[in-house]
């Protein structure tokens, strides 16, 4: 017999940590702007340039020839093969480790990437730190598995965020059981230094931590080389690292949700087994895609990073030429982190942007406490004009507020 509840039974309530959960205040903005064709939106981390050629053809090809089924929960074979290589061409240590495809797991996307590599570590209660400020889905992460979630906040100085670290090493201790670390920095440009790393890697060794690092915007980079410092230059592989990667920025890819992870070898086949029980498996099409992708690495990356390094020189120089504007340019990433004289709350301030200039930012409440007030703008613009146009939106919204 069985038994059905009835219709006025009470529903059991939700997990406390995810009934506490809280929307993102980017997509809080965003929901007011979405469908209006006079915003100019920059609220989202995305380029508006379509996936390359070459790239969407190897996805109908694979469409085409049948490959609709299942795959290797950790990828195809020669997928990770690929990735591999690609980072032993970026990372001079992990070509002298000889990493090779048993040390990749490709995932279905970089925040799934980020999960899963939590999924391994994190139980409830355990004490996990967060480098802010940072992509909102690095803090929910740790609160919905159970985690103990601590922050530790960069500081901004003449428009740059930049890290304490003497101060970041004290809050490292035993009880740390993972400490993430988003470098590019998403979304302030802020990137870690060799040396930060090696002093942030040495004290994890003394206490036990791991380090989550995700590395999605090492090729968007406006230094004199082709990546941002990662750990993968200077860890062994038997270190307590993950790295998470995707190929939504530096290929175009955002809404194909394809990324990987750098593990270590005695990791791999766990995250194999947590890839099956949150999503099988990523789609063989678009691998194949991401196949086509890492072929065309050369083509693709370099011109884009190109672009976007005088798109960010474009809307910099636009605006600190407006009174009231306190901006720097970020050595990285796809983005500029601003604030406005005088106004302290941003989600308030990307609101009323929407409504009465046009304009859609992103709100620095959504990456932490202390970025309250700032804003947020994704420079990734095919048009340049589309940029300028924005600045002078700005700035008429400025002189009437």
């Not at 929901?31 to 340039?49: I, P, T």
């Not at 380090?211 to 200077?234: M, N, T, W």
């Not at 011109?303 to 976007?308: D, G, I, Q, Y």
């Not at 589309?386 to 700005?394: A, D, N, T």
């Amino acid at each position: 017999m069985v038994c059905v509840p009835a219709l006025n039974s009470p529903m059991k309530p939700l997990h406390p940590q995810i009934a506490e959960l809280k929307s993102s205040p980017i997509r809080d903005v965003a929901n007011a702007g979405l469908g209006r064709e006079d915003v100019l939106a920059f609220w989202f981390g995305e380029s508006d340039e379509v996936t390359p050629p070459a790239v969407r053809e190897a996805a109908i090809a694979s469409l085409e020839r049948g490959e609709t089924f299942y795959a290797h929960n950790l990828g195809l074979p020669e997928l990770r093969e690929a990735i591999a290589q690609y980072t032993t061409g970026l990372h001079e240590r992990a070509r002298q480790d000889h990493l090779g495809p048993e040390r990749i797991a490709v995932t279905s996307g970089g925040v799934s990437a980020l999960m899963l590599a939590m999924q391994a570590i994190l139980g409830a209660g355990d004490e996990c730190l967060v480098v802010t400020p940072i992509w909102p889905n690095l803090m929910a992460q740790p609160q919905i598995l159970g985690a103990h979630l601590r922050t530790f906040s960069l500081q901004p100085v003449q428009g740059l965020w930049q890290l304490n670290l003497p101060a970041l090493l004290e809050q490292i201790t035993p009880q740390t059981r993972m400490v993430v670390l988003n470098s590019p920095n998403n979304p302030s440009g802020w990137t870690l230094s060799r040396l930060e790393q090696e002093a942030i890697l040495d004290r994890c060794r003394q206490t036990g931590t791991w380090i989550l690092a995700d590395e999605v915007y090492e090729r968007l980079y406006y230094g004199d080389a082709p990546c941002a410092p990662s750990f993968l230059d200077i860890a062994t592989p038997d270190d307590a690292l993950l790295v998470a990667h995707s190929f939504s920025k530096s290929f175009l890819m955002t809404g194909w949700r394809l990324g990987w992870l750098v593990v270590p070898p005695a990791l791999t086949d766990t995250l194999g087994k947590l890839i099956e029980f949150n999503t099988s498996c990523a789609p063989v099409f678009v691998q194949r895609a991401a196949l086509a992708a890492l072929a065309q690495a050369a083509s693709i990356t370099p011109p884009l990073v190109a672009h976007l390094k005088t798109c960010r020189d474009v809307l910099v120089q636009c605006l600190q030429q407006i009174p009231g504007v306190q901006v720097a340019p970020a050595p990285a990433g796809m983005y500029v982190f601003f604030r406005l004289d005088g106004m302290n709350d941003g989600v308030e301030v990307a609101k009323r942007l929407v409504h009465e200039a046009g304009l859609g930012l992103a709100p620095g409440e959504a990456f932490g406490r202390t970025s309250a007030g700032w804003l947020r703008w994704c420079f990734a613009s095919r048009d340049l004009e589309r940029l300028r146009l924005g600045v002078q939106r700005l700035q008429a919204w400025m002189k009437q507020a």
